[in-house]
């Protein structure tokens, strides 16, 4: 392990010790080779750069897709007392030339810049004329055409090994299955990269996931149940189903924002500075927020509506519990979301090969939706990762899923939709298996099928279950240009001849038993609250006097820290892990003071 770095990681940031593989890849950079990291979220990837950034001689570029991003990173950095800056389109004129002229002057450790700005000839020409410690591709799997995150500007970062050849490149990113990993590599030229794979189990995180029966409300008792007061994310896919989401949870006493890239730039800025800075905020958004929030004590992502595949998915639900404390991954999805999400894969203007990968993407989400074993054990072999054991932190682990034989029922939905002349959507196909009399069934006369009320012993929500996994699985399409019609595959055949048997999973309606209270492994004690409260106090005032997020002074587990141990000096207070010497410096006399009060009681 390199000393040097190991000391800039006490001094500077705090930590005592290196996670593996942050001490590897220090060590690469430092020594002028090149890298290629997958760390799952809140694994300490910035890390990675950061301090090779500050042993290395010049400044250390930092390519970032997101402004927001980039002023969290550059605030953080400036509280340690580290020389960083941004150049992006939330600079005028002046300041960006501030900006620049300490680039020029040897005065930056770190400098973010976004990859079109970066790809401009006359930022490349001042990049040629200063020393450059590295270059650092934040969020590598924006480079992947076939990703969930695709940006067009990270396709010209090439650029950087032929232009900076003797300069050391690290790509890193916390999602990428085998195809992405092997694309960022070509893509960014760095097959000759030392490549390292950290594993992605966030073993914090309880997965959850279950059918939707009515959505909002199955919402609202998740949460007034497990997160009273904590903050959240909360995934949709549309615009509008954010902003009325938002505004339905407001009504009902919870303090909710929108999010999404409709709302106008300022709105968003506040929204997000509320989520960071404040507590119990609840964030409804699409797929546009999150990326880099380094909010450490996110409870819950919630997901109203299905991800287009596990990359989304795993990505969204990782900015939960980044401080390594119990948090919550909680879905509900139905049949709608999956024909929604077929449908919209349909229309794409996108090329036969890309529909094909995205189609293969979505039905490894749906596989993970519907399988009757640990899904943690599933995500990771996405990622191929292995985990020998089932996890015991999921629904399916704790809650196990009944399965039974749905082969008769599977044979009586799939030949209603044959006698139905493959022309009706779930809901007419579930009314003519019921017998009920419908306007509609009067109108096409099927009453007289053969297939008439002849799946009375299951309900309406079953039935929904059956054509949900039918469609799952592969054997029934939702044809768009029919309105949604459902379709026969070629699949259903060895099903509707008696060759095959199906098994199906017994959707659970009741609440999944916790494996533990999350507030026991995040709460304070109760005799300690009034000296958690008066901590808290001061990092929220600290932190509105400098204008950045509370977590940004001290993180909740560096403060509990504090609380047990009750250092009465500043050497006790900088043994603590998060407590560098800049924010001793900065704000060590204070927290010791309100650290005082409560150890003469």
Same mark, same amino acid.
């Given at each position: 392990m390199n000393k040097t770095a190991?000391?800039?990681l006490n001094t500077v940031f705090g930590y005592p010790e290196f996670r593996s593989p942050q001490d590897e890849v220090i060590d690469t950079i430092i020594n002028g080779d090149n890298a290629l990291v997958l760390m799952p979220t809140?694994? =300490?990837?910035?890390? $990675?750069?950061q301090i090779p950034a500050l042993i290395r001689s010049g400044c250390a570029i930092v390519i970032s897709p997101l402004i927001a991003l980039m002023q969290d990173q550059v605030n953080a950095l400036t509280q340690l007392g580290?020389? !960083?800056s941004f150049l992006n389109s939330s600079l005028d004129k002046n300041q960006a030339f501030e900006v620049e002229q300490a680039l020029r002057q040897g005065q930056l450790d770190l400098l973010y810049i976004a990859p079109e700005?970066?790809?401009q000839p006359r930022m490349l020409s001042l990049l040629q004329q200063c020393p450059i410690a590295l270059f650092a591709i934040d969020e590598a799997h924006c480079v992947s055409q076939w990703g969930h995150d695709f940006r067009a500007d990270y396709l010209q970062l090439s650029l950087l090994h032929q232009q900076f050849p003797l300069v050391p490149r690290i790509a890193l990113t916390a999602t990428a299955d085998p195809r992405t990993h092997k694309e960022i590599s070509e893509r960014l030229q760095l097959d000759d990269a030392k490549h390292f794979v950290a594993g992605f189990d966030r073993p914090n995180i309880q997965y959850r996931i279950s059918q939707k029966q009515n959505a909002r409300q199955?919402? #609202?008792?998740?949460?007034?149940?497990?997160?009273?007061?904590?903050? =959240?994310?909360i995934y949709c896919l549309s615009r509008k189903k954010t902003e009325e989401t938002a505004k339905w949870l407001c009504q009902q006493g919870l303090q909710a924002l929108p999010y999404h890239a409709g709302l106008a730039t300022d709105v968003k800025e506040r929204h997000q500075n509320r989520f960071l800075r404040e507590d119990s905020i609840i964030i409804v958004a699409t797929i546009a927020f999150g990326m880099g929030i380094d909010k450490p004590d996110v409870r819950f992502v919630a997901h109203l509506d299905l991800p287009k595949s596990i990359e989304s998915y795993y990505q969204e639900t990782g900015r939960a519990g980044r401080d390594g404390q119990a948090a919550n991954a909680w879905m509900v999805y139905g049949l709608q979301d999956v024909i929604k999400l077929k449908q919209m894969l349909d229309k794409s203007e996108s090329g036969e090969q890309q529909k094909r990968i995205e189609?293969?993407? #979505?039905? !490894?989400? #749906? =596989? #993970? $939706? %519907?399988i009757t074993t640990c899904r943690r054990q599933t995500l990771l072999h996405y990622f191929d990762e292995h985990l020998a054991q089932p996890c015991g932190n999921c629904d399916t682990c704790i809650t196990p899923v009944q399965k039974w034989d749905g082969t008769d029922a599977a044979r009586k939905a799939l030949s209603c939709v044959y006698r139905t002349g493959q022309r009706f959507g779930v809901s007419h196909l579930i009314d003519v298996l019921l017998g009920k009399n419908t306007a509609k069934i009067e109108q096409f006369q099927h009453q007289q099928l053969s297939t008439f009320a002849i799946g009375i012993e299951l309900d309406i929500q079953q039935w929904h279950s059956v054509f949900r996994q039918l469609v799952s699985r592969g054997y029934i399409y939702a044809d768009m240009d029919s309105y949604g019609a459902f379709k026969l595959t070629d699949k259903c055949r060895p099903l509707l001849r008696g060759e095959e048997n199906i098994e199906l999973r017994?959707?659970?309606?009741? *609440?999944?038993? *916790? *494996?533990?209270s999350l507030k026991s492994t995040t709460a304070i004690p109760e005799e300690a609250q009034p000296f958690w409260e008066a901590l808290? !106090?001061?990092? *929220?005032?600290?932190?509105? %006097?400098? =204008?950045?997020?509370p977590f940004t002074v001290f993180h909740d587990s560096t403060m509990k820290e504090m609380i047990s141990t009750s250092p009465t000096n500043r050497d006790e207070l900088l043994s603590i892990s998060g407590v560098g010497l800049s924010k001793l410096d900065k704000y060590g006399e204070q927290f010791l003071a309100v650290i005082a009060q409560f150890n003469r009681r």
């Open positions: 190991l000391s800039v809140g694994g =300490g990837k910035s890390l $990675c750069y580290v020389n !960083a700005r970066l790809t199955q919402l #609202l008792s998740f949460i007034r149940s497990e997160h009273e007061n904590d903050a =959240g994310i189609r293969q993407r #979505l039905d !490894a989400m #749906l =596989g #993970l $939706c %519907e017994k959707d659970n309606t009741e *609440k999944v038993k *916790k *494996k533990k808290r !106090a001061l990092r *929220k005032r600290l932190a509105d %006097e400098h =204008g950045i997020p």
